[in-house]
């Protein structure tokens, strides 16, 4: 790097550029994919890197191995891995707490090292829940150690979250750019990292062996007396949905006549209406506008004194046996359940209404938690967040069909379809394949995992429409569109500036010290922005800061990967954590009480152990 850099144009456009990127990320008023589609534009217009170059990230390395690990992922849960993992657990547990505790932990973390992150906290959620509702556990001990066991176990390969899939690419950038003379830094394989991201695993997994009871005492506890989705009680108790299933039959006479449901719903003392049955047509979940007419049969849920007082009011005849809905309410076709609403979810800012999950899907909406809040009374006006938890009803296929969309991830044990059992040995044959191939081979790693994916395919594990619904798009478009921007910090020099201005006042700083303030700004950024957002940003900086302080620059750049993938402290920093803050109840007290010292944790050990293994 030049000593004498100066500021030029391309470089003040490249700075601009990320502002406006970190800005809007944390603002969030633009969707994030759409930001990362406008800097590819912007990046095109303004000649910032060749045009042939542009879109080299839609065919990269790290985006092509991404949709195979998300593939591959998809056919491990539809072939039921993780079920067998559940039982497995509970088998080995014995329903003791600290043996239940510290198998999820390591069960996930090694799982980690193999599977997306963000798809196995998706994917596991439901089996931590139900561990809880078998043994009694207390689920609000179980899921946050879960997700941050997720995050450290990460570090362990290069395939299971976004900024290290990304950081080969990034180093191949680097290296284009590298000033005469300097050597060229070597990329990472498979399992290259495993001496860092082990002890950051062990270390995770001792930090909450040791602390899980104080971080989460029985007093925080006491509000959670029984796990989620699984009993009445339950439900009565976090939402107010309670009482008894029954019928009531408009008559001649009724008001309700000629009224839409959604009129009838906004009635004073309405019962929450699961059902509606007019001539021999009767549905689950009935759309907003269907008409009500005489002899139409209303399946509502409720109180039996205020079902009765009702339809006392409304002049309907109350039936408690169910003769028209028996069929449709049998807890083997359909049911209530809770879904969590994941940051990559479609859902976010649209209300309920507009949804016409009803109409589309026939799903009901009977209640919304948000932190401490509880939506019941019309939540069709209820405008959905990440994190919220959603209150369901309807058909279990229709849900599963609903879920594939990956708009919500249901926490609810239910019976689900299409799950191919007999697959089993194909998916866990292919996907060993994918790891052997990646580790023994000097095969790219995309090859290797897209080999993996593709047997799955072809063997039945999963068909091509699934694959399709298997892929996180908004996470492969942001991924794709912001790798130009970490190019053009590189190619403009605006990395090799910043890292001089850094150094005028760091320079006389030893190796370990310039690490740790790369590792606590690649934090700090990762807590404000998407963790792709933070390593496009810090990784050419990074290698600059190690080319001119005479570091090792695939070790900084390391550190910088991942550190912004140990983002505990704000459940929005991270989707992992955020996919798991709603159905475990937490504050942000918990997410502060566990993710500081954790975090301060997981910098300690990094050091240590990126020196250990590879100081030369």
Not at 2 to 20: E, H, K
Not at 64 to 92: H, Y
Not at 399 to 407: M, V
Not at 580 to 603: C, K, N, Q, W
Request: net charge neutral; aromatic share 8%; proline share 5%.
């Amino acid at each position: 790097m030049d000593a004498g850099l100066t500021l030029t144009t391309n470089m003040i456009l490249v700075f601009a550029l990320l502002a406006f990127t970190v800005l809007m990320l944390v603002l969030e008023w633009i969707r994030a994919d759409l930001v990362a589609l406008l800097v590819i534009v912007v990046i095109g217009i303004t000649r910032l890197l060749p045009v042939e170059q542009l879109f080299d990230g839609f065919a990269g390395n790290a985006v092509i191995s991404l949709i195979a690990v998300m593939i591959m992922g998809a056919g491990l849960d539809r072939t039921g891995v993780l079920n067998k993992a559940a039982s497995f657990i509970l088998r080995l547990a014995g329903g003791v707490e600290a043996r239940v505790s510290l198998l999820i932990n390591a069960m996930v973390g090694g799982l980690s090292s193999v599977i997306q992150s963000q798809a196995l906290s998706a994917l596991f959620l439901p089996v931590v829940s139900r561990v809880s509702a078998r043994t009694g556990l207390p689920l609000k001990r179980l899921l946050l150690p879960m997700a941050c066991m997720i995050l450290c176990g990460t570090n362990t390969t290069m395939i299971s979250n976004s900024p290290l899939i990304l950081l080969n690419d990034l180093i191949a950038s680097a290296n284009r750019n590298l000033p005469p003379g300097a050597q060229t830094i070597q990329t990472f394989s498979l399992f290259a990292i495993a001496p860092i991201g082990i002890p950051l695993l062990l270390a995770g997994i001792a930090f909450f062996a040791l602390f899980t009871r104080k971080l989460f005492p029985a007093d925080d506890d006491e509000r959670q007396k029984v796990t989620p989705g699984r009993t009445e009680t339950y439900f009565a108790e976090t939402y107010g949905i309670d009482g008894d299933v029954a019928e009531l039959i408009v008559t001649t006479d009724s008001p309700l006549v000629g009224m839409s449901v959604n009129e009838v719903e906004q009635l004073r003392g309405a019962p929450l209406i699961l059902a509606l049955k007019t001539g021999n047509e009767a549905r689950l979940a009935p759309p907003g506008d269907q008409m009500i007419w005489v002899g139409s049969v209303l399946g509502v849920l409720g109180k039996r004194e205020a079902v009765a007082d009702f339809a006392n009011n409304q002049l309907c005849l109350v039936q408690t046996r169910l003769r028209n809905f028996a069929d449709l309410f049998n807890p083997s076709r359909a049911g209530i359940a809770e879904a969590v609403i994941p940051p990559n979810s479609r859902w976010i800012k649209k209300e309920i209404g507009e949804l016409r999950l009803r109409k589309n899907s026939g799903i009901s909406v009977l209640a919304i938690n948000r932190g401490d809040q509880v939506f019941r009374e019309d939540v069709r006006k209820v405008s959905l967040r990440a994190g919220d938890t959603i209150v369901l009803h309807g058909f279990w296929r229709d849900l599963a069909q609903t879920a594939e969309s990956h708009d919500f991830v249901v926490v609810t044990d239910y019976p689900k379809e299409e799950h191919r059992p007999a697959k089993i040995w194909h998916a866990t044959a292919f996907f060993a394949l994918a790891m052997g191939l990646g580790l023994f081979t000097d095969l790219k790693l995309s090859i290797a995992m897209l080999a993996g994916a593709v047997g799955m395919l072809l063997s039945g594990v999963l068909n091509m429409d699934e694959a399709y619904g298997a892929i996180n798009w908004k996470t492969i478009f942001t991924l794709a569109c912001l790798i130009p921007l970490g190019w053009a910090m590189d190619s403009t020099g605006a990395a090799a500036w910043l890292a001089q201005e850094v150094l005028a006042y760091l320079g006389s700083w030893p190796q370990w010290g310039l690490q740790a303030v790369v590792a606590v700004l690649a934090l700090l950024f990762a807590q404000v922005v998407s963790n792709v957002g933070a390593a496009v940003m810090m990784v050419p900086m990074a290698i600059n800061v190690a080319l001119a302080s005479g570091g090792n620059p695939a070790v900084y750049a390391l550190i910088v990967a991942i550190s912004t993938s140990n983002t505990f402290i704000m459940p929005s920093a991270n989707p992992v954590i955020m996919i798991v803050a709603g159905p475990g109840g937490y504050r942000r007290r918990d997410f502060l009480r566990v993710g500081v010292p954790l975090t301060v944790l997981m910098l300690v050990v990094l050091l240590v152990a990126v020196n250990l293994a590879f100081n030369r």
